[in-house]
């Protein structure tokens, strides 16, 4: 009984946030989206990082904004000559392409599954920020999904 009183309450509550309109969440940042719950926030070459443990590895949501290219933006944060890190993950909107250290280009366009083998370079193509919904496990991501440690053939 005392229950079904409190879901009313929170019930009532949640309509007349929706009748009063959503104001704009204080802490969205730049990309637009509303803050993913119980994410760590932070932001690394222009590119905005939420980060949420999940199982024995991690989810992301990773905004790279428009004019981003990894080797000009990230490679001097990070220090090596490619990104070696894997991605698995879903663009889930914008426009990326991109190139391994062997000349090989892929292209990846919204919304499309992403595989990426750690060795590329990689840029936002047009004026949509490129939003990745990433699964990984850190410096483990590449060996955790069977991918080799560097792209080759
Ligand atoms: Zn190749």
Redesign the pocket.
Known sequence: MKKRVVGSKAKAKHEKALVAGRPKPASGGATGHRPIKNARHHEVGGVTIEVVAAANGQVKRVVYPPGFRWSTHMKPVVGTALCMHGHVGFLSSGHVRGQ?????AFEFTAPEVVVLEPGHDAWVVGREPAVLIQFDAAGETAQRFGLPSE???
């Open positions: 391994y250290g062997d000349g090989c792209h080759r053939h």
